[in-house]
């Protein structure tokens, strides 16, 4: 049954066309994933089906007048500020919920202190409030962009159950292939529909691409023959035309029809280069075949980091509480340069809040962080709404010098932001776009220490595996908050853990945790830790499956495998 129809959908912003012909169906049943780059109309289009904005051509019907969406926007900060209007926060279900996504049962809901919140809390409260207005249609834009595997786990099994129709905004491949069955693209403006989960749409969209290269290719050869055959007959007509005016001889001139016959050749060649040139017009109008449209390949490049001394920073002692709510106490770590160092814990456990300390935007309660003089941080926030809405991004680059200003819209076009994107206000580009204009800040200094806070948060799938090469090529240090599990693989070769109120340090990646069983003892023996092992070990699995599709070999075992953790850990909880 269809709830809703979409047709021609059409939406500019500052002469800037966004969409062009936007068309799809919405069922009862639908689990819809709608892809696209950064800046294609993904959220544009949400906002419309959502009724937020208006386009400026084409219709919806819904066949519903009481049609109940639910919409988890993707920036917390906006779907915060909306769930008191819309939800009532003392609802026992939103409560349920909450803690059925792993929320810390610490948090007043009734009269919750949204700035001491992490994104992942404020994520997970929105969702939840979301979900207790029973949607028929619910649109997700982002949802995991936050949530950590507790909470992913919780949606991926609700949505299985959910009775009505879903849309989901993500560059979350595995979450795609466990949630959606069609894949509706957005290009150019326009929109295309692949039946299947993630994987499959991309081996579609790679095979069709196939065809039309191949198909392209041919064309343009039989292009290429039409018009050299055309480029001889105007030879030989030239030549025609200068045989039917040479003078000739007596004897020659005595020869009847002599420029006549040149004449008419002449003519005649005209005639054939005419009619060849409006038979290959007609043709490539009604068959043309476009030269299909290579990916965008994202390119990062960072100035090497100055050389410093070993170590660049070390907190002793380290305490910080929010009245009553102790994140963490008596702590000691340090790190060195060079190191690139997961930052690991729960949500809510102050992953954000240390790096806020560790940038000076927050004090400690107690103890001290010691942070070399020369250190040049580069900080890359989850929150993408703190830049300025009114300046355009060459503005907010703030240079001045040509030969800077030319750097700098190289490294703009390279990381995928079109010219017409640098002049516009910073508020008219997507988060994707701005997370992007945050990143071009940084590449144009000299940085020692990257703070990254979920850097692929926004990122499409070509903007985040360039991230992760250029990353391994900086010679400064790294600090990275993600719960993409792979990129934290790639990216690590040392862990800072906040678990029970303590920060420590550990000497292996993600990667080497990943691939142990279980920590060495002591710190096997307690049983919070072992469920944090046990967590990242089901990460790994995951990150693993993301990257494959159901009938390669392995996948079974590894789902298996996936299964059989997710059963050991609810045991031990």
């Known amino acids: ?212 290269l191949h198909q392209y290719e041919i064309q343009q050869k039989h292009k290429q023959q039409i018009e050299q055959q055309m480029a001889n007959l105007k030879n030989w007509s030239e030549k025609a035309h200068r045989d039917s005016t040479k003078q000739g001889s007596a004897s020659e001139r005595r020869q009847i029809g002599y420029k006549e016959y040149h004449r008419m050749k002449a003519k005649k060649m005209d005639n054939q280069i005419k009619s060849k040139m409006k038979r290959l017009n007609q043709e490539l109008e009604k068959n043309e075949v476009k030269q299909p449209k290579e990916e965008a390949k994202v390119r990062f490049e960072f100035q090497d980091g100055r050389k410093k001394g070993k170590r660049i920073l070390e907190a002793r002692k380290l305490s910080k509480s929010f009245g009553s709510r102790c994140l963490f106490k008596e702590s000691h770590f340090y790190m060195n340069h060079g190191e690139r160092m997961a930052l690991l814990g729960k949500n809510g456990s102050g992953k954000s809040t240390l790096i806020k300390i560790l940038i000076g935007e927050e004090k400690t309660t107690s103890g001290e962080v010691w942070v070399s003089e020369t250190l040049k941080i580069g900080y890359l926030s989850q929150d993408v709404s703190d830049l300025p809405p009114n300046k355009t991004a060459l503005e907010y680059t703030g240079l001045s010098n040509r030969e800077s200003i030319g750097r700098a819209r190289t490294i703009f076009a390279n990381m995928g932001l079109k010219e017409e994107k640098l002049i516009v206000p910073l508020s008219h580009l997507s988060l994707g776009e701005r997370t992007r204009v945050k990143l071009v800040m940084m590449l144009l200094a000299e940085i020692d220490l990257l703070i990254l806070d979920e850097p692929t948060n926004h990122l499409d799938l070509a903007s985040r595996e360039s991230l992760e090469k250029t990353l391994l090529n900086f010679h400064g240090s790294i600090l990275v908050v993600s719960h993409d599990v792979y990129f934290q693989e790639k990216i690590s070769d040392k862990i800072l853990w906040i678990d029970n109120g303590k920060i420590s340090r550990k000497e292996f990646g993600m990667k080497e945790l990943n691939s142990q069983n279980s920590l060495p003892n002591p710190e096997n023996k307690d049983k919070t830790e072992e469920l944090m092992v046990l967590q990242n070990e089901i990460n790994a699995t995951i990150g693993r499956l993301s990257f494959m599709s159901k009938d390669e070999p392995g996948y079974e075992q590894l789902d298996k495998l996936l299964s059989e953790l997710l059963k050991k850990k609810r045991e031990l909880q």
């Open 1 to 212: 049954m269809t709830i809703m129809k979409i047709r021609g959908i059409q939406k500019s912003f500052d002469e800037k066309q966004i969409l062009k012909n936007a068309e799809l169906d919405i069922k009862k049943d639908s689990r819809i994933g709608l892809v696209g780059n950064n800046g294609a109309g993904k959220t544009t289009l949400a906002n419309i089906i959502n009724g937020s904005l208006t386009p400026d051509q084409g219709r919806i019907e819904t066949f519903n007048r009481s049609l109940n969406i639910g919409y988890l926007k993707q920036s917390t900060e906006y779907a915060i500020h909306e769930l008191g209007d819309r939800y009532s926060l003392t609802d026992g279900n939103l409560f349920q919920l909450s803690s059925r996504l792993g929320l810390n049962k610490e948090i007043d809901l009734a009269n919750p202190d949204w700035g001491k919140l992490s994104g992942g809390e404020k994520l997970k409260i929105s969702l939840a409030g979301v979900w207790a207005s029973k949607p028929e249609l619910l649109i997700l834009d982002e949802p995991t962009n936050h949530l950590d595997l507790q909470g992913v786990e919780w949606l991926i099994d609700e949505l299985k159950i959910f009775k009505g129709a879903v849309i989901i905004i993500s560059h979350d491949r595995y979450f795609l292939d466990r949630t959606v069955t069609e894949i509706i693209e957005i290009e150019d403006g326009a929109t295309s529909l692949y039946k299947g989960n993630y994987t499959s749409y991309r081996k579609e969209k790679e095979r069709l691409y196939e065809i039309q």
